[in-house]
């Protein structure tokens, strides 16, 4: 499985932006896929994760209120809306997809990744 993270970029406080993660491959038995992020000198948290077929989804703490996880499952693609964005959810996002069966916050139970996209909000 290939994942195709884009859409980051350069914004201004309270500006809204929507990464997009398109994958590719052997999706075949892929149920959950997620974005994590890391901030400079940060470890890697948990952003959102959602259920491929339910689309059941779950938020992290850094997730919850402003951001919106969704999936276009035609085109193999989920999305990640960022609204009110603030120079704290400045960071590398990266998306990822796995075989397991949770809507998981661990990076480990996440086979495939994709590489990162910026996104660098100005205060």
């Known amino acids: 499985v290939q994942l195709q993270a884009s859409g980051g970029g350069l914004v201004q406080a309270g500006d809204s932006l929507t990464l997009s993660c398109a994958a590719s491959?052997?999706?075949?038995?892929?149920?959950?896929m997620a974005w994590f992020r890391q901030a400079p000198g940060k470890e890697r948290e948990f952003v959102a994760a959602?259920?491929?077929?339910?689309?059941?989804?779950y938020y992290g703490d850094s997730g919850k209120g402003r951001f919106t996880i969704s999936r276009d499952n035609a085109r193999n693609t989920v999305y990640l809306q960022m609204n009110s964005l603030k120079p704290e959810d400045m960071a590398v996002y990266s998306c990822?997809?796995?075989?397991?069966?949770?809507?998981?916050?661990?990076?480990?139970?996440?086979?495939?990744w994709g590489q990162g996209t910026q996104v660098t909000v100005s205060s």
């Open positions: 990822t997809a796995g075989r397991t069966q949770l809507l998981s916050t661990l990076e480990y139970q996440y086979e495939y």
């Open positions: 491959g052997r999706t075949f038995g892929v149920n959950v």
């Open positions: 959602i259920g491929w077929g339910s689309g059941r989804t």
